[in-house]
């Protein structure tokens, strides 16, 4: 099963939320189910914190949030 963290902000309407789920499930391949992936959706509220992505392709690190 494929894992996905999302970090969004502390408050987020009903429409937001749903453009979000929306546009993460656009990413993790299927834009109309959620088979066979885990998504966790997490409170970015301490903008200290750092978030590092390595691209499993190029093995690039990008900074998420932060």
């Known amino acids: 099963m494929n894992s996905v963290t999302?970090?969004?902000?502390?408050?987020l309407t009903l429409?937001?939320?749903q453009k979000v789920l929306a546009s993460v499930l656009g990413k993790v391949g299927c834009p109309t189910c959620l088979s066979g992936v885990r998504i966790t959706f997490e409170n970015a509220v301490d903008p200290a914190n750092r978030v590092l992505a390595v691209d499993q392709h190029s093995l690039n690190i990008n900074e998420i949030g932060g």
């Open 6 to 11: 999302v970090r969004v902000p502390n408050k």
């Open 15 to 17: 429409d937001q939320s």
